[in-house]
């Protein structure tokens, strides 16, 4: 997407200094509602980096048949989850959403045909983490899904397609995990913040060395990086979030990790600034 292609962003989102990018490991939904170290992370990475014009969220939470961005003016907060306190069904997000920008990023994308969305909103995976970067939920919010009839080739070449939207004032968010495997994870430990699998760790060190490296292709063929590797990735939607934002890097700019911990055993909550 060229600058030119962006013309058609309306007045609200002028050219910008170049916004950063962000994945955030999000974990458990109850991180929405309470206080530990990784919502610190997320609190703390929200102050140090300028305020956005808008958000973009990829999330693991919204997987379809083919590619949406959510284009209503009020995105609905979606509680989709089950088995937790009633007070977490409770939390509202009502951050805005921005029907101009979906417009302008649908027709912008030219590689692969993005839909306008009036039914999704704000899943689990985007306002569990969004409303502690902006408790006064006072900055627009659109989702991105994942189409899963893609490749991880695909979605990464798609995610080049957003490059533009960075100097727009629009921060790219990509929200899952890098290590997620939910049917090993070790429930009475989730309070054990670091307690990790062995293969779970040899993975999470092979893919973070990856991520350093700039090695994008290995990323992308994560499924031949060995047995570790497809243990810590059973299904691929918790990890494509992290090719979206990988994709976007530029040459000069440097990652730096936070929240690099293991929970439970098997979902890391490793989260990442690209500037």
């Known amino acids: 997407m060229s600058s030119d ?3 058609g962003i309306n007045s609200n989102f002028p050219e910008t200094e170049q916004m950063p990018l962000l994945f ?3 974990g458990s939904p109850m991180n929405a509602i ?3 170290e990784f919502v610190r992370g997320w609190r703390v990475t929200g102050e140090k980096i300028p305020k956005p ?3 973009l969220c990829i999330s693991a939470h919204w997987e379809t048949n083919g590619t949406l961005v959510t284009a209503m003016e009020k995105p ?3 509680h989709d989850f089950g088995g937790f306190p009633h007070a977490l069904f409770e939390v509202q997000y009502p951050a805005p959403g921005n029907p101009d920008l979906a417009k302008s990023l649908s027709d912008g994308v030219k590689n692969t045909e993005v839909k306008e969305d009036l039914l999704w909103g704000l899943d689990h995976g985007c306002w569990s983490v ?3 970067l902006y408790p006064n939920a006072d900055v627009p919010v659109l989702q991105l899904s994942l189409d899963y009839r893609k490749s991880p080739r695909d979605h990464y070449e798609l995610a080049k397609e957003l490059s533009s939207l960075r100097k727009r004032g629009v921060l790219i968010l990509g929200s899952g995990n890098l290590i997620h495997n939910l049917r090993l994870i ?4 989730l309070s054990e913040p670091d307690y990790t699998f062995d293969w779970a760790e040899s993975a999470k060190e092979k893919l973070q060395n990856l991520i350093k490296n700039d090695d994008h292709n290995s990323l992308i063929n994560y499924d031949s990086l060995g047995t570790d590797v497809k243990l810590s990735i059973p299904t691929p939607e918790h990890y494509l979030p992290s090719l979206y934002i990988l994709a976007l890097k530029g040459e000069s700019e440097s990652i730096s990790f936070f ?3 293991t929970v439970g055993g098997s979902v890391a909550m490793t989260s990442f600034k690209i500037e």
């Open 5 to 7: 292609q962006l013309s």
């Open 24 to 26: 955030l490991g999000h």
């Open 34 to 36: 309470e206080e530990n």
């Open 53 to 55: 014009a808008a958000v």
């Open 76 to 78: 609905r907060t979606i």
């Open 130 to 132: 969004v409303k502690h």
């Open 186 to 189: 070790e429930w009475r430990r």
């Open 259 to 261: 929240n690099d911990k």
